[in-house]
């Protein structure tokens, strides 16, 4: 629940900055909006998973599992203070209200400095890192799970398809076949609650 929480109000995420920049709102406004629905969602999905956490592990938490995890990372990071710097930077960024784009790439720069400097990284290990994503040596499958991410170049299909939707779209609005659609489900909107239905059964259809 913590992670869905964070990808819908988090302005690091891809659809929560998309959201409002394509129809034309700020970004604080729009995860404002978004409170009123997601939150009441988090805390009771987080009441549920306590209850749940708490019964299916009970007395069967070794703390030796977390030594395991704290002494695997340890081997392959040099983990201190400093490495905390690229995640504190962009919080301080983004609560100046830097754009998140900017922000997002001065974090990027100062986490490869980091990595230079601190972790003993290449140049040219960290741009591979950046494109290809990162793959650890570690045997632990929890973390090796959270570990292996891909890069930049697990994005390309998705900047495919949002280019082609783009490129769609336009051919559809300057044909007038989007005016038409939005003229015949407009007729249908009467009151709050055929507005909703009209935006529940767009967003499924599209």
């Known amino acids: 629940c913590g992670a869905m929480f964070g990808d819908k ?5 891809d659809t929560t900055n998309l959201a409002p920049a ?3 709102a700020k970004l604080g406004d729009h995860v404002r909006s978004m409170l009123w629905t997601t939150l009441p969602t988090f805390l009771i999905s987080l009441v549920l998973f ?3 956490g708490i019964q299916q592990t009970s007395g069967g938490y070794a703390a030796g599992d977390l030594n395991t995890y704290v002494t695997a ?5 040099h983990l201190g203070f400093v490495t905390l710097i690229p995640a504190i930077f962009i919080i301080v960024l983004l609560l100046l209200k830097v754009n998140p784009v900017v922000a997002l790439g001065l974090s990027a720069m100062s986490a490869g400095a980091v990595s230079f400097f601190c ?7 960290i741009i591979m890192v950046a494109y290809n994503g990162y793959t650890t040596g570690i045997e632990e499958g929890i973390l090796k799970t959270i570990l292996n991410r891909g890069g930049m170049n697990s ?3 998705y900047v495919a398809i949002i280019s082609f939707a783009v490129g769609m779209g336009g051919m559809l609005d300057k044909l007038g076949v989007l005016d038409t659609i939005l003229e015949m489900i407009v007729k249908g909107i009467k009151n709050d609650g055929t507005l909703i239905l009209a935006t529940l059964l767009v967003g499924y259809v599209t």
């Open 9 to 13: 109000l988090s302005p690091l995420s």
């Open 155 to 157: 994005m390309l299909q």
């Open 50 to 52: 306590t209850i749940l």
């Open 22 to 24: 394509v129809a034309g």
């Open 119 to 125: 972790q003993g990284a290449t140049l040219r290990s």
């Open 73 to 77: 990372l340890n081997s392959e990071f």
